[in-house]
């Protein structure tokens, strides 16, 4: 006779429950976490949204100026709100020349920036914020002077 011995079915199903409690207890932990971060991530992006409603941005003049081999950009914060790290992008032949670094721009204000790093008239120029990403104006009619 062959004797062969096993788990007692009494074992088998505490370690099987055992087992799941385990499995849900790090799924539950896992959860909470993943639900607790997208909550706060959506609720980031909502106050994003909200806040960049009240804002606008415009280039109001972009002149080339000849002589001295430089751009002379006018832009203002259109908006209600302030917008930090206001970007100004020159391009030539779709490729971006040059940039430049507003800072902050306050509601209501108008600032003109002077970009050096071009050698000649470029055909676009591009200004936006990280403030709100989808906040861009562009102009192609670049005067001279």
């Known amino acids: ?22 499995v849900a207890a790090i799924l539950t932990a896992w959860l909470t976490t ?22 606008g941005i415009a280039i109001y003049d972009a002149v080339w100026d000849d002589t001295n081999d430089r751009m002379l950009v006018s832009i203002a914060n ?21 940039n430049e670094n507003s800072g902050t721009l306050q509601s209501a204000d108008i600032k003109t920036i002077t970009i050096t790093s071009i050698s000649s008239l ?3 120029i591009t200004i936006t914020t990280p ?10 009619s670049i005067t001279t002077s």
């Open 34 to 55: 993943f639900t607790k971060e997208q909550t706060e991530n959506v609720g980031n992006r909502s106050n994003q949204v909200i806040s960049c409603s009240y804002a």
């Open 78 to 98: 259109t908006g209600a709100i302030d917008l930090t790290d206001v970007n100004v992008y020159v391009y030539r032949s779709g490729v971006q020349e040059g």
């Open 1 to 22: 006779m062959n004797k062969q011995k096993g788990v007692s079915p009494l074992i088998a199903a505490v370690l099987l429950i055992a087992f799941t409690m385990a």
């Open 131 to 140: 403030d709100c990403p989808n906040l861009i104006d562009e102009e192609t």
């Open 122 to 124: 470029p055909d676009k």
